[in-house]
């Protein structure tokens, strides 16, 4: 069965950096799409940023570009995202998600159909 796991949520102020971690068990890490989603309250998932199998491609949400890095380490199962400059509007639960399928990988987004093995989730607050 598979597991994904986030940590490395917090509180933090307007400005500062966090660094979310992921982990994924029962499956082949390295040959799954991995992706960031994050759910604000009263507002829809949406894709933060998604990485293919071997971490050569990545796609982030236009919000996030420039502040924020998705990167892989498939030695370790695991995922992670380097969040910086945060700001308000960047609070939410923040959620890791392992693709549906194996060596599947949809050009110019991270769409949530394609994830199908999801964390509990890591809240972000950011305070102004």
């Known amino acids: 069965q598979v597991e994904v796991v986030e940590s490395g949520g917090g509180l933090v102020q307007a400005g500062a950096s966090l660094r979310l971690s992921c982990t994924a068990s029962?499956?082949?890490?390295?040959?799954?799409?991995m992706g960031w989603f994050r759910q604000a309250p009263g507002k829809e998932r949406q894709g933060v940023a998604c990485?293919?199998?071997?971490?050569?491609?990545?796609h982030y949400a236009d919000s996030v570009k420039g502040r924020f890095t998705i990167s892989r380490d498939n030695a370790k199962n695991t995922l992670y995202l380097q969040m910086n400059s945060l700001n308000p509007e960047d609070t939410a639960m923040y959620y890791c998600?392992?693709?549906?399928?194996?060596?599947?990988?949809?050009?110019?987004?991270?769409?949530?159909?394609?994830?199908?093995?999801w964390g509990q989730g890591t809240q972000v607050t950011v305070s102004s």
């Open positions: 998600a392992a693709g549906s399928q194996p060596y599947y990988w949809r050009v110019g987004s991270c769409s949530r159909k394609d994830y199908g093995y």
């Open positions: 029962g499956l082949t890490f390295a040959n799954y799409p």
């Open positions: 990485i293919t199998w071997s971490g050569a491609t990545t």
